[in-house]
């Protein structure tokens, strides 16, 4: 991930490291649901050694959703972060709810996704030290 992708997980992750407030939208009630990447990986190269009859679309992500606030909460605990959640207006184009349905990829590919948030998040935060952020 890049530092300054803007995504959630990122932000979070580099508002915490660095020491300042960690911006929520909407009171952080919207819903995610987060795969970490090794989940994906497999579960895209399970999809590539189907056979051609298996055109998709296929879901290939985390169903348990959490809501940003908690996602936040669990970012400011790992990091031991002095920051404060800081609320901003919602977006009007940010969805209240995101969360697949994996249904298929278990059917046609055995797949789901085993790496809990807490640990994917423990390894993002240590990806984030190692390239310098919160030195």
Not at 104 to 132: C, M
């Amino acid at each position: 991930m890049h530092p300054n992708d803007g995504r959630v997980v990122s932000n979070f992750i580099v508002q915490a490291l660095s020491g300042q407030d960690i911006t929520l939208y909407g009171g952080g009630r919207q819903t995610r649901a987060f795969c970490y990447v090794d989940d994906l990986v497999n579960g895209l190269m399970r999809l590539m050694g189907t056979s051609d009859d298996v055109t998709g679309p296929v879901n290939i992500g985390n169903p348990t959703e959490i809501s940003i606030r908690d996602l936040a909460e669990r970012v400011i605990a790992i990091t031991g972060s002095l920051g404060r959640l800081v609320d901003r207006p919602l977006p009007q184009d940010d969805p209240v709810q995101r969360c697949p349905d994996i249904t298929l990829a278990r059917r046609l590919l055995g797949w789901e996704p085993h790496v809990d948030l807490a640990v994917g998040l423990g390894k993002t935060i240590h990806y984030f030290k190692t390239i310098g952020i919160g030195a």
